[in-house]
C-alpha cells in the first residue's frame, strides 16, 4: 500500500475545532467523505464510532488514529487534522488530542490496514515528526511534515526460499512496540516475543558468585527475545530500522541482533 496516494490535500486541516469526540469524528468523518465515492459522512462516521466502542483511539503526545473497515471500500483513505486547542479524545494520558490521522479502508484488506496503522503509529512515537507537524501553517505543510517520515519499502512479493531466522534479544523493553511496529510496517506478521533471563539470575542460585552482581550491571536481567522469518533481501534493512530504534548496535550494550541460516523450515508463525 502506498500511503503517499491515499492523502489528499482536500481531506486534510490544520482548522480542526471540536469540543468532544462524538463532534470531532462526525468533522473527520466529513473531510474523507469529500474525497470517497458512494459512501455518506453518516455511514463514515458510523463506522468510526463503532470501532471506538472496541477502545478508544487517542494515544499519547497528543496523537489519536481513528479508523475503520467499511464494506463496499475498494481503496484506502486517509486524512491528517491538527487541532490547535486539541479535543478531549479519552487518550491513554488523559490529555487533550491535537494530531488526528483518521483511515478506512474495505474489510476484506486486514493486513494493509494493519501495515499503514504500523507505520502512522511508528512515525508519531517520533517527538520531530510531532513537532512539525504541529508547526505546519497549511495544509500542504502539515502532509508534507508526515510523508517527509514515510519509509518508501517496497512490498513486493517475497522469496520465502531465501529465508532467514532473525532473532532479537532485547533488555530494554521500552523499545519492544517499536520494533514489533517496523515489523508490522513492512508485513511480517509472523512474530514470537518470549520472555527470556540471562546469566545473572541463573548465578543468584549459586552462593559462591553472590558477591560478583554489581560486577555483572544493575541492569535487570529480565529480557525480550523475538523470532521472526524474514526475506534474506530485507535483513539489512530491517536491522538499519532497529538501529534507529535503539541505536548503534556496535556501541549499544542490552540489545543484540542474529540472523541465522535455515535448514529447513515447515508451517508459519502467523496466527
Known amino acids: 500500500m502506498d500511503i503517499f496516494k491515499i492523502i489528499r490535500d482536500e481531506s486534510c486541516t490544520i482548522q480542526l475545532s471540536a469540543k468532544s469526540k462524538d463532534e470531532c469524528i462526525l468533522k473527520l468523518s466529513e473531510l474523507l467523505a469529500k474525497e470517497v465515492p458512494g459512501i455518506p459522512a453518516d455511514m463514515i462516521n458510523q463506522a468510526l464510532r463503532d470501532r471506538e466502542k472496541v477502545g478508544s483511539t487517542g494515544f499519547e503526545e497528543g496523537v489519536a488514529i481513528p479508523h475503520a473497515k467499511i464494506a463496499g471500500l475498494d481503496d484506502f483513505y486517509m486524512s491528517i487534522a491538527y487541532s490547535r486547542k486539541g479535543v478531549p479524545f479519552e487518550s491513554i494520558d488523559g490529555k487533550k488530542t491535537h494530531i ?8 476484506e484488506k486486514p493486513e494493509e490496514h494493519l501495515r499503514i496503522l504500523a507505520q502512522i503509529s511508528r512515525i508519531t512515537r517520533n517527538p520531530n515528526a510531532r513537532l512539525e507537524m504541529k508547526h505546519a501553517r497549511s495544509v500542504t505543510a502539515l502532509k508534507e511534515a508526515f510523508l517527509s517520515y514515510v519509509s518508501a519499502w517496497d512490498f513486493r512479493k517475497r522469496d520465502v526460499k531465501k529465508s532467514k531466522l532473525l532473532m532479537i534479544i532485547l533488555y530494554e523493553k521500552r523499545f519492544l512496540d517499536n520494533i514489533l511496529e517496523l515489523f508490522l510496517e513492512r508485513g511480517i ?4 516475543v518470549l ?13 559462591l558468585f553472590a558477591d560478583f552482581f554489581d560486577f555483572l550491571s544493575e541492569r535487570s536481567d529480565v529480557s ?3 523470532m521472526t522469518i524474514v526475506p534474506e533481501n530485507e ?8 538501529e534507529e530504534i535503539v541505536g548503534d548496535l556496535d556501541k549499544h550494550t542490552g540489545a543484540m541482533v542474529m540472523a541465522l541460516d535455515l535448514f ?4 508459519s508463525l502467523e496466527i
Request: charged share 20%; aromatic share 4%.
Open 100 to 107: 488526528f490521522f483518521t483511515i478506512i479502508g474495505p474489510d
Open 189 to 192: 506478521r509472523g512474530i514470537n
Open 195 to 207: 520472555e527470556s533471563t540471562g546469566i545473572k539470575d541463573r548465578l543468584s542460585t549459586i552462593p
Open 224 to 226: 525480550k527475545t523475538i
Open 235 to 242: 535483513v539489512a534493512e530491517i536491522i538499519q530500522g532497529i
Open 264 to 267: 529447513m523450515m515447515k508451517g
